[in-house]
């Protein structure tokens, strides 16, 4: 465990991490119009590579690099491919701070896949927490299943999916590869795929959006950056929780951009997934600690 000094650091640092990876996604929600997800996708991922790889060889070098699981690392690029085309699609169609509040899910979805890929036991609380985090989806998507028939809802969800079945393969790929390896084969194999699939109808990047680019390949990387520095210093189970943070952001942005708020339910629903996120990290450090699950 980092020592107690460093545990300060790695919660400014995920604050950070949090705060750049939503400005991130606001510069795709205004790039979302303009042109095809997969092209964004590609964006996303070419702006930041080379920032990435930089840092990686200066923490790393070369070496640690090539010495990887390369068909976990090959799952890891198509499910960053799949997860950030829906993604972009949703905020496409979502305010910011609604799909962070279906985004949410993520956690819970990775409690439960631990079980049948890693076999890891869950308790019945936490299977409990897992429920009741999944009615709080259908709250946001609307109780009266109108909103059911949202794409952009079920887009994100696809997208939690996506992010929770990368983040198992990261608890497999962690045992043996670096974390310079698995930022550095995620953000090549996402350019590398999305740009494959893009380029039929590649749209001319229009010069006004280069500022945006900018904010991409920045944003992106000091994210990943920051992020990676955060769990280095402090424990999980102390900086995940801040990551709900982003729903501060996502409201904000919503408003100083497009000037929207999120409606009732949303905030229901978020309430609901949030607090069952937090239990189920409360209940993870428990179990680590030696308690039952």
């Known amino acids: 465990m980092p020592p107690p000094g460093n545990h300060l650091r790695g919660v400014l640092a995920m604050l950070v991490a949090v705060a750049t990876f939503s400005l991130m996604d606001a510069s795709m929600k205004m790039?979302?119009?303009?042109?095809?997800?997969?092209?964004?996708?590609?964006?996303?991922?070419?702006?930041?590579?080379?920032?990435?790889?930089?840092?990686?060889?200066?923490?790393?070098?070369?070496?640690?690099?090539?010495?990887?699981?390369w068909s976990l690392h090959l799952l890891r690029g198509v499910l960053s491919v799949l997860m950030l085309v829906t993604f972009v699609y949703g905020i496409r169609q979502l305010p910011l701070s609604e799909a962070y509040s279906l985004f949410f899910i993520a956690p819970l979805l990775?409690?439960?896949?631990?079980?049948?890929?890693?076999?890891?036991?869950?308790?019945?609380?936490r299977w409990t927490a897992i429920a009741i985090g999944l009615t709080g989806t259908l709250i946001v998507l609307r109780p009266t299943g109108k909103g059911m028939l949202s794409?952009?809802?079920?887009?994100?969800?696809?997208?939690?999916?996506?992010?929770?079945?990368?983040?198992i393969a990261v608890r497999v790929l962690g045992r043996t590869d670096s974390t310079q390896s698995m930022v550095v084969w995620m953000l090549t194999m996402l350019s590398v795929f999305s740009l494959a699939l893009a380029l039929p109808e590649w749209k001319p990047v229009d010069p006004a959006h280069w500022k945006l680019l900018v904010v991409l390949a920045l944003t992106g990387a000091i994210g990943q950056y920051?992020?990676?520095?955060?769990?280095?210093?402090?424990?999980?189970?102390?900086?995940?929780?801040?990551?709900y943070t982003a729903l501060i952001w996502g409201l904000g942005l919503d408003w100083f951009l497009w000037g929207t708020l999120p409606d009732r339910w949303t905030w229901v629903g978020a309430a609901v997934i949030v607090v069952c996120g937090l239990y189920l990290l409360r209940r993870e450090r428990?179990?680590?600690e030696g308690d039952h699950p």
């Open 110 to 125: 990775i409690t439960a896949l631990a079980v049948p890929i890693l076999g890891e036991k869950v308790g019945w609380r």
């Open 286 to 288: 428990v179990h680590i």
């Open 151 to 167: 794409l952009g809802g079920l887009a994100i969800l696809a997208a939690a999916a996506c992010y929770a079945l990368s983040a």
């Open 31 to 69: 790039l979302a119009p303009y042109y095809p997800s997969m092209q964004v996708a590609a964006l996303r991922g070419i702006a930041s590579l080379p920032l990435v790889l930089a840092w990686a060889l200066i923490d790393g070098g070369f070496a640690p690099l090539f010495r990887v699981r």
């Open 226 to 243: 920051a992020i990676t520095d955060a769990f280095r210093r402090a424990p999980a189970s102390m900086i995940a929780p801040l990551e």
